[in-house]
Each structure stands twice: as structure tokens, then as C-alpha cells.
């Protein structure tokens, strides 16, 4: 129940694309999912955040969507460019006290964006 | 710069030996995780520590031991090493508060045993 599901593994697309990268959770109790980017010799990085009180996101080129009764949201990234080229990993976290969250993370959706 | 800093950067060691990595939080951030990054499984949560204490426990093996200090930094402790603990490990602290909640993530330790 506490697996976060992610598709697909790999991805290509050419300069101007839209990728689309999906996620699936079982637990009805995570209330926080955010996307992390992660380029090569680097830790993830936080990309962009949603509540399921919302069914999408937009901050620049990225939207995330959500569809709370499926229990999936997923990531877009509009006029992708070759500097989006990264791994991507959704995550789900339950939010608790002021102490701390425990976060869920997809296995990692690896994009090439081609010139 | 995520503020997260992680010694060594690279660690080769043969197998059977124990080494220690290290991770100093950003400033303020009362609260660590470890995450351990392999090609076939991802990002697998080990465990969390907020202001000195456990907080929560992951896929961490008996093998391995953390622990943060009242300085905040945290250290986290492999041993009897395998072949398979060769992964990179990444620390994460946390700024704690309500209503935020994000991770950032250090440059990672490349362990590789031999």
C-alpha cells in the first residue's frame, strides 16, 4: 500500500514535445505528491507540488494533473527542451506532525529530450 | 547548491568492511533522511531522524546503523559489506514546519565495493 507506481521508464521526445510521465499510489492517505528532477551527478531536486484538494498544477513549463478517484496524477512538461533532459520522480508523502513526512518515491521515468 | 553537503563524494571498499558516510543538513533543518539509489530499484527510503531522535524506519538492513548528532549532522553506518550495497546514498534534510514540506537532497556518495 505504500508503493507509488511510475511509467513510463524511459522516454524520448524531440525538442517543442510534450512528455507525460504517470503515476499510480494505493494509499488513500497521501495528501502531498510532489515531482522531483534529478540530472546526472545530482541529487533530486524538488520540480513541483500538488494537494489532492486540486486537480492541476502549473508553475512555468510543468503541470502536474490529478485524478484523485483513480488514484493517478502525472507529469507535463510543455515545449520540452534538451536542458529538461533528466530523470523524473514522482513521489507521495502522507503529512503528519511538524515532525517530518515520509516520502514515497517512484522507481524514476529517465527523459531525453532530442534537439 | 541545495545547502545539503555529503562526504566522501566517491568510496571504494572491499567487501566485508565497514565505511561511514556523512551528511551535514542545511542550516536550521532539524530533520534527515537517508535514501539509497540503485539502477533496478530507485530511490528505497532507509530511515529518517529528526533533532537527534528516530523517527521512522525504511528497507534499512540490520547491517546498517545511523545516527544524528546535536549538531545536526548525521552519519550513517554500513558494514559487513556486499557486492549489492554498491549504490549511490543520498542525504536529505528537511526544513520541519507546518504546511512544508520538502526534501533536499545532497550530491549523493557513490559506494562501490569490491
Known amino acids: 500500500q505504500q508503493q507509488v507506481k511510475q511509467s513510463p521508464q524511459s522516454l524520448i521526445v524531440q525538442k517543442g514535445g510534450i512528455p507525460i510521465i504517470n503515476c499510480a499510489y494505493e494509499?488513500?492517505?497521501?495528501?502531498?505528491f510532489p515531482w522531483y528532477q534529478q540530472f546526472p551527478g545530482k541529487g533530486p531536486a524538488l520540480l513541483i507540488a500538488i494537494r489532492p484538494d486540486v486537480s492541476e498544477k502549473k508553475e512555468g513549463r510543468f503541470t502536474i494533473s490529478f485524478n484523485k478517484s483513480a488514484k493517478q496524477f502525472s507529469l507535463h512538461i510543455m515545449d520540452s527542451q534538451p536542458g529538461d533532459s533528466a530523470t523524473y520522480f514522482c513521489?507521495?508523502?502522507?503529512?503528519?506532525?511538524?515532525?517530518?513526512?515520509?516520502?514515497?518515491f517512484g522507481p524514476g521515468t529517465r527523459l531525453s529530450v532530442l534537439p | 547548491d541545495s545547502g545539503v553537503t555529503q562526504t566522501p563524494k566517491h568510496l571504494i571498499t572491499a567487501t566485508g568492511q565497514r565505511v561511514t558516510l556523512r551528511c551535514s543538513p542545511r542550516s536550521g533543518d532539524l530533520s534527515v533522511y537517508w535514501y539509497q539509489q540503485s539502477l533496478d530499484q530507485g530511490l528505497q527510503f532507509l530511515i529518517q531522524y529528526y533533532n537527534g531522535e528516530e523517527r521512522a524506519k525504511g528497507n534499512i538492513l540490520e547491517r546498517f546503523s545511523a545516527q544524528q548528532f546535536p549538531d545536526l549532522h548525521s552519519e550513517l553506518n554500513l558494514s559487513s559489506l556486499e557486492l549489492g550495497d554498491s549504490a549511490l546514498y543520498f542525504c536529505?534534510?528537511?526544513?520541519?514546519?507546518?504546511?512544508?514540506?520538502?526534501?533536499?537532497f545532497g550530491s549523493g556518495t557513490q559506494l562501490s565495493v569490491l
Open positions: 494509499n488513500t492517505a497521501f495528501d502531498y
Open positions: 513521489a507521495a508523502t502522507l503529512s503528519r506532525d511538524n515532525y517530518g513526512q515520509n516520502f514515497v
Open positions: 536529505a534534510s528537511s526544513p520541519v514546519a507546518a504546511g512544508v514540506e520538502k526534501l533536499f
